[in-house]
């Protein structure tokens, strides 16, 4: 394995659009899209170190205002999206360089809502395959389901908890990574 990339994105949200006990169940009215507003990468050498870390905030243009929701959950505030975000063509096309044709891994449903976010904004380009590792995590490793969320997932393993860190893409790619190294990921799983 040579290099590799851990990716996190996080998305527009309301309160109420997450039910059931994991919060697995989505409730979301037609107009409530997942807009990418912000996205975090780090690229990975094979001796499970950090070589280079991407962090992007992008601007939803469908709900350009963000719910008290997110902003609660995120930490982000809507004059730090409003001044720093890109669109979400100059933010994709950012991460597509900085992937540079390595393996992209995500704790979750980052690739799915990459592709809503490509139709969104009628990108015709190839679609990145991006492959969510939670259910080996689950399944071939045994972490709870209480566990999986890239904020929390870490914490199984002993590591201490950053409560103001939750939902911090940079932060959930250096935790995913924290469990690939503690349980020695065998990347066969998914190449």
């Not at 990468?41 to 719910?67: G, Q, W």
């Not at 959950?73 to 991460?95: C, H, N, P, W, Y």
């Not at 939670?134 to 045994?142: L, Q």
């Amino acid at each position: 394995m040579k290099n590799f990339v851990i990716t996190d994105f996080e998305w527009t949200s309301w309160k109420g659009n997450y039910t059931g006990k994991y919060l697995e169940k989505e409730k979301r009215q037609k107009w409530q899209k997942k807009e990418i507003i912000q996205i975090g990468a780090i690229k990975v050498n094979e001796n499970f170190k950090i070589e280079k870390k991407l962090n992007i905030y992008v601007k939803p243009v469908f709900n350009p205002v963000l719910s008290e929701y997110i902003k609660d959950l995120t930490g982000l505030r809507q004059s730090l999206i409003d001044k720093k975000g890109v669109e979400f063509k100059i933010a994709f096309k950012t991460f597509l360089d900085f992937t540079d044709n390595n393996l992209i891994i995500s704790n979750g449903d980052d690739g799915k809502v990459l592709y809503l976010n490509l139709k969104y904004h009628n990108i015709k380009k190839k679609y990145l395959n991006i492959f969510n590792v939670k259910n080996i995590f689950r399944d071939r490793y045994m972490i709870p389901r209480n566990m999986l969320h890239s904020t929390v997932i870490h914490s199984y393993f002993g590591y201490e908890l950053s409560y103001k860190k939750f939902h911090n893409p940079l932060e959930d790619c250096k935790n995913i990574l924290k469990v690939i190294k503690k349980i020695n990921f065998n990347f066969n799983y998914i190449i």
